[in-house]
T-cell receptor, first 116, second 114 residues
Framework: AQKVTQAQTEISVVEKEDVTLDCVYETRDTTYYLFWYKQPPSGELVFLIRRNSFDEQNEISGRYSWNFQKSTSSFNFTITASQVVDSAVYFCALSEAQRGAQKLVFGQGTRLTINP | DGGITQSPKYLFRKEGQNVTLSCEQNLNHDAMYWYRQDPGQGLRLIYYSQIVNDFQKGDIAEGYSVSREKKESFPLTVTSAQKNPTAFYLC?????????????FGQGTRLTVV
């Protein structure tokens, strides 16, 4: 069965610090997709990044970067030089090719607070 | 602007009543989804639809019903059979392929049973 675990319930840092959000997943599918979404106080989820299971190259996009390690089933997300506007709940999500469609399985979320 | 509109933002329901949550999108997406979010928990899939006049149960469909008569609309009915309906409900849409495409979310409806 598929499962996503975000062990960090809440994180609080001071502005400009780097912060890493952890995500561990479980799946039996060989083809799967991992996502990070941000949920600001307004409620909607906003897409941040994605990674395919068959592409293990890690990337940086602006202040965001991610570390995908298949060997440990982890997909960690890092915000560099955090800003107050980064405060939100962050969700890691998994979808599997076998399940079809884009049916996401979410982690419990990590509430990130950036203090000025 | 293109996007997903959910209404109402807040909804109060008496026990034993059915209520319908509205979701409309103008992104021309084929696929639409309903998720439920409980405090301190992630989102869980209730129903999804990949095409008009067709929909499938998600992981927690019991006590809910949906319809997809138009591409733009995917209303969710919370029936009296749902034992614990108080939650935050999010509607989403996406193109159907490729499977790694991102979903777009509405701003949600907060349902409270009084």
């Amino acid at each position: 069965a598929q499962k996503v675990t975000q062990a960090q319930t809440e994180i609080s840092v001071v502005e400009k610090e780097d912060v890493t959000l952890d995500c561990v997943y479980e799946t039996r599918d060989t083809t799967y997709y991992l996502f990070w979404y941000k949920q600001p106080p307004s409620g909607e989820l906003v897409f941040l990044i994605r990674r395919n299971s068959f592409d293990e190259q890690n990337e940086i996009s602006g202040r965001y970067s991610w570390n995908f390690q298949k060997s440990t089933s982890s997909f960690n997300f890092t915000i560099t030089a955090s800003q107050v506007v980064d405060s939100a709940v962050y969700f890691c999500a998994l979808s599997e090719a076998q399940r079809g469609a884009q049916k996401l399985v979410f982690g419990q979320g990590t509430r990130l607070t950036i203090n000025p | 602007d293109g996007g997903i509109t959910q209404s109402p933002k807040y909804l109060f329901r008496k026990e034993g009543q059915n209520v319908t949550l509205s979701c409309e999108q103008n992104l021309n997406h084929d696929a639409m989804y309903w998720y439920r979010q409980d405090p301190g928990q992630g989102l869980r899939l209730i129903y999804y639809s990949q095409i008009v006049n067709d929909f499938q149960k998600g992981d927690i469909a019991e006590g809910y019903s949906v319809s997809r008569e138009k591409k733009e609309s995917f209303p969710l009915t919370v029936t009296s059979a749902q034992k614990n309906p108080t939650a935050f409900y999010l509607c989403a849409s996406s193109i159907e392929r490729p499977l790694n495409t991102e979903a777009f979310f509405g701003q949600g409806t907060r349902l409270t049973v009084v």
